[in-house]
């Protein structure tokens, strides 16, 4: 209930917190944060977890009361490992960290953060020092977010798809002419509507919006408050429908399942999701996997042209779906297809590691990140706005996350899959406007296991095979180059 109290603080922080609020948000922050760490080290835990654990009520590994124990443990053990100082200084440092890279966005200035982002790696640096790694310390910063990965296993798998994925980029826009931005791209698309027709579709897919709710925020995300309280955000521009629909459908997987998690079980393990990979998994599944598909447009293309009359009118199906659909190289990520996409994480991910290293200064990242962008995507952003000011991330501490939208697209493409060969044929269920089919697969194999199973192996439970790329290869091979457009 405590945590609930600190993630209900940090969403109103995101949304509508006046500015002059937010040094003494902080502070609340940083107190909530040590009087949690408090409450999660105290000894009186491990003495309990010790009456249980190895008694009967855990013999059978996958019961609730297992789980829970196994994973109070891990929880525990790393917990304890943290000076109380360095957990509330991080939530104190974070709070106002966020407020200072929106000032920097808003003049352009990359300098108004650097100071910022330093302090971050510093306490990032100190985090993993407390807590301990196998290897290196981007290790223990992962292990936060996608329990049982080290960074020698995403390294290896990103490496791996990278040599699939670079030459498919070059296939698919050589044998493309290349499109314009103009046409419904360029036309004009009114907020409000955006937002009703986001929402209305959200709901459609399974979002229950009497247990949830939509807002506008500078960085969309999904926070679960607690059972029947579960929030996203989006972010809107009258010029880019597709921007703000798609952050609409990506953040509408998250809130399925944190909608999709047994209440009864809240509070526990068992009541929370088994990793932030196998949680992106679910954004892109949504976002992608259905939202771009020609079948789902087939259902909602009818009513997107009766709310954007004007900007929709003239246009058919298939000019739409090429627009939401393009494949082109460029240098936001939150605006990158879904082929592209992965190229943006591999920059990030390699850059923080050098940034918590020390091998790459906090002052240097911008030429570094450009540098980057060149030899990836051969684009070079126009600003720091679009280059290294772009993505929130670490202004809320959240180093060594950015591996999981790679790793949650990789996972989205294996569970697709298993689902399609699973449960007929989806193309026709979307087409018809039927998405429950697919939802109640997704809430039986995952959902509902909370944090029964790691990632890996939910995912060799779902689908018959341990996480691997060839399904997301062989999915974007499929859409754009056997089957351009479906």
């Not at 009456?51 to 124990?69: H, Y």
């Not at 000019?319 to 190289?329: H, K, M, T």
């Not at 390699?350 to 030899?375: G, I, V």
Request: with cysteine.
């Amino acid at each position: 209930m405590l945590s609930s109290c600190v993630d209900l603080l940090e969403w109103d922080e995101e949304t509508y917190l006046p500015r002059g609020g937010v040094e003494h948000r902080s502070e609340q922050l940083a107190l909530l944060a040590g009087l949690l760490h408090d409450r999660g080290t105290d000894p009186r835990i491990g003495e309990l977890l010790g009456d249980v654990e190895g008694s009967r009520l855990v013999a059978d590994p996958e019961s609730p009361a297992a789980v829970n124990v196994r994973e109070i443990r891990r929880d525990y053990d790393r917990e304890r490992k943290l000076p109380r100082k360095l957990v509330a200084e991080s939530a104190r440092v974070t709070a106002l960290a966020q407020q200072a890279w929106a000032d920097a966005r808003e003049a352009g200035e990359y300098d108004l953060f650097r100071p910022w982002l330093e302090r971050i790696l510093k306490l990032a640096r100190e985090e993993a020092e407390a807590v301990g790694y196998p290897a290196v310390p981007y290790d223990a910063l992962l292990e936060d977010y996608e329990p049982g990965m080290t960074t020698a296993d995403v390294a290896q798998l990103f490496e791996e798809l990278k040599r699939e994925l670079l030459p498919l980029v070059d296939a698919i826009n050589g044998s493309r002419k290349p499109r314009s931005r103009t046409g419904v791209q360029r036309r004009e698309f009114p907020v409000d509507r955006q937002r009703i027709f986001g929402e209305a579709v959200a709901g459609a897919i399974g979002f229950d919006l009497k247990r949830g709710r939509m807002d506008s925020s500078l960085h969309p995300f999904c926070t679960g408050l607690g059972p029947g309280d579960c929030r996203i955000t989006a972010r809107f521009s009258t010029r880019d429908f597709a921007g703000g629909f798609f952050t609409v459908l990506h953040e509408a997987g998250h809130a399925l399942y944190e909608q999709g998690l047994d209440a009864e079980h809240y509070g526990t393990p068992m009541g929370d999701a088994a990793s932030l990979g196998l949680h992106e998994s679910q954004s892109r599944l949504w976002e992608n996997l259905v939202g771009r598909r020609r079948s789902f447009w087939q259902h909602f293309f009818p009513r997107a042209r009766a709310v954007f009359h004007e900007a929709l009118q003239e246009t058919r199906l298939d000019p739409f779906l090429a627009g939401i659909n393009r494949v082109e190289r460029s240098s936001v990520r939150v605006r990158a297809d879904e082929v592209t996409y992965n190229l943006h994480i591999f920059i990030r991910f390699e850059l923080e590691q050098a940034l918590l290293s020390n091998d790459l200064k906090a002052a240097d990242l911008p030429e570094a990140w450009n540098a980057a962008y060149k030899r990836y995507l051969g684009v070079t952003p126009a600003n720091d706005v679009e280059g290294c000011l772009q993505d929130g991330h670490w202004a809320e501490g959240l180093v060594g996350y950015f591996p999981t939208y790679t790793l949650g697209n990789i996972y989205a493409a294996q569970l697709f899959a298993a689902a399609r060969e699973q449960v007929g044929d989806l193309d026709a269920q979307f087409a018809r406007g039927d998405f429950a089919t697919l939802l109640g697969w997704l809430r039986d194999h995952v959902h509902r296991h909370g944090r029964r199973f790691t990632a890996r192996e939910l995912v060799e439970r779902a689908t018959g095979a341990p996480p691997s790329w060839p399904p997301l290869i062989s999915a974007l091979k499929e859409k754009y180059v056997d089957q351009e457009g479906r």
